[in-house]
């Protein structure tokens, strides 16, 4: 089964960029996504990639696919202090065989 | 747009004892799914609904666990009897098939059990 994984925690100053990283095994997912909890909440979704897309972007948040090295990444522009949260990657195959990663926590540091 | 309403928020229940959670899925929604999130790690899938059958239950501990939707909306999980390592934040999500990006799930606020 789709194996995904991600560092476990990053720390940024407010105002820098943060760079998400995730890598999984299984090429047949048919959308990528990236979530995110914060304390004591569900899940959120912010936004998602379909497989052929190499990059995607959505306000100050940019998506990139390397189909190639199975990587995904999360690009957060201007983060803020509301950005602190854990960032979860995700991929499935039309609504089924969803696997999360373990998370990753963004800590912004003012 | 009412969002996946779930019940309890908070439950403390010791070893043996049975507990059941309650999921209300965004309207329309015909795929529910139930997670089990223990602490520091991602969701991992209990349990996939298509409206009231399974797809997918290859993860549930069907020795202790159990779920239904009886009539493709609301659904419940029960853990009988509950064990320590149950202890984890239960997520319920719902999708809607069919609709682009593919089934993207919409989560609830989860129900946080403690089990001593």
């Known amino acids: 089964g789709e194996d995904v994984e991600q560092s476990l925690f990053l720390s940024v100053r407010e105002g820098d960029s943060s760079v998400i990283n995730c890598t999984y095994t299984?090429?047949?997912?048919?959308?990528l996504y990236w979530y995110k909890q914060e304390p004591g909440a569900g899940l959120q979704l912010l936004t998602y990639?379909?497989?052929?897309?190499d990059m995607k972007q959505d306000q100050r948040l940019t998506v990139l696919l390397n189909k190639k090295d199975k990587h995904l990444s999360l690009r957060i522009a201007d983060t803020q202090t509301g950005d602190s949260a854990i960032y979860f990657c995700?991929?499935?195959?039309?609504?089924?065989?969803?696997?999360f990663g373990p998370g990753t926590r963004l800590s912004v540091l003012p | 747009e009412a969002g996946v309403a779930q019940s309890p928020r908070y439950k403390i229940i010791e070893k043996r004892q049975s507990v059941a959670f309650w999921c209300n899925p965004i309207?329309?929604?015909?795929?529910l799914y139930w997670y089990q999130q223990i602490l520091g790690q991602g969701p991992k899938l209990l349990i996939q609904f298509q409206n009231n059958g399974v797809v997918d239950d290859s993860q549930l501990p069907k020795d202790r666990f159990s779920a239904e939707r009886l009539k493709g909306v609301d659904s419940t999980l029960k853990i009988q009897p509950a064990k320590l390592e149950d202890s984890a934040v239960y997520l319920c999500?719902?999708?809607?098939?069919?609709?682009?990006?593919?089934?993207?799930?919409?989560f609830g606020p989860g129900t946080r059990l403690l089990v001593l």
């Open positions: 990639i379909f497989s052929n897309m």
């Open positions: 999500a719902s999708s809607l098939v069919g609709s682009v990006p593919g089934g993207t799930q919409y």
């Open positions: 299984d090429s047949s997912s048919t959308y």
């Open positions: 309207s329309g929604h015909a795929t």
């Open positions: 995700a991929g499935g195959l039309e609504g089924q065989n969803f696997v």
